[in-house]
């Protein structure tokens, strides 16, 4: 069974930072372009940054560049997004994606 599960959310004040984890299993972790989007409240869901299974190459919203990374880990199966000079915008539901399933999600909240 293909699973995606995310932690790391929590509250952060602007300026801080987190670190979200996703962990996949049932599939072939290390092949897959593993995603991470985001649901901010009243929006549509959107693309936040991937990485390419077979190259680690990556690619970034423009509103997160400079801010945010993501990596990967397979030998733990396991995706990353580091996500440092957090703004009020960028509160949100953080979800994993392999391209065919979603994680449950993590919520992001930054408030002062």
């Known amino acids: 069974q293909v699973q995606l599960v995310e932690s790391g959310g929590g509250l952060v004040q602007p300026g801080g930072s987190l670190r979200l984890a996703c962990v996949g299993s049932g599939f072939r972790f290390r092949f897959y372009t593993m995603s991470w989007y985001r649901q901010r409240p009243a929006k549509e869901r959107e693309l936040v940054a991937f990485i390419a299974g077979v190259n680690n190459s990556t690619e970034y919203t423009d509103s997160v560049k400079g801010r945010f990374t993501i990596s990967r880990d397979n030998a733990k199966n396991v995706v990353y997004l580091q996500m440092n000079k957090l703004k009020l915008e960028d509160t949100a539901v953080y979800y994993c994606?392999?391209?065919?399933?979603w994680g449950q999600g993590t919520q992001v909240t930054v408030s002062s």
């Open positions: 994606n392999n391209g065919a399933v």
